[in-house]
């Protein structure tokens, strides 16, 4: 298991921006790939986005393509979330979470079974 903890999530008008960060405080993670997902009340955790373990592979949901970035760097064990022309649909509490297996891509089709240690999730709320 790795402990996780998401930081960067807030209150921000229709169109801002803001940058989640999840850190690892305990082992590596620069083998397995990283994940965000989001989580709205009322409904089903999904999927955001997800990165490879060297970065070179991303992949993102429909709903947030071409407005959020993942990006990683394995040195601080720090996973992000770049989040741009943010809208009111996009308020949820954001969570990361690690792939189960080292070096094996994981994308929106993996279920969440395949995810673990999740953080306690940061809360990103967009008013309009």
């Known amino acids: 298991q790795v402990q996780l903890v998401e930081s960067g999530g807030g209150l921000v008008q229709a169109g801002g921006s803001l940058r989640l960060s999840c850190a690892a405080s305990?082992?590596?993670?620069?083998?397995?790939?990283m994940g965000w997902f989001r989580q709205a009340p009322g409904k089903e955790r999904e999927f955001v986005a997800t990165i490879n373990w060297n970065g070179y592979s991303t992949y993102y949901a429909n709903f947030v393509r071409r407005r959020f970035t993942i990006s990683r760097d394995n040195g601080k064990k720090t996973v992000y979330l770049q989040m741009n022309t943010l809208k009111p649909e996009d308020t949820a509490v954001y969570y990361c979470?690690?792939?189960?297996?080292?070096?094996?891509?994981?994308?929106?089709?993996?279920?969440?079974?395949?995810?673990?240690?999740w953080g306690q999730g940061t809360q990103v709320t967009v008013s309009s």
């Open positions: 305990t082992r590596t993670i620069s083998t397995y790939t």
């Open positions: 979470a690690v792939g189960l297996r080292p070096f094996r891509d994981y994308d929106h089709l993996s279920p969440l079974v395949e995810f673990h240690s």
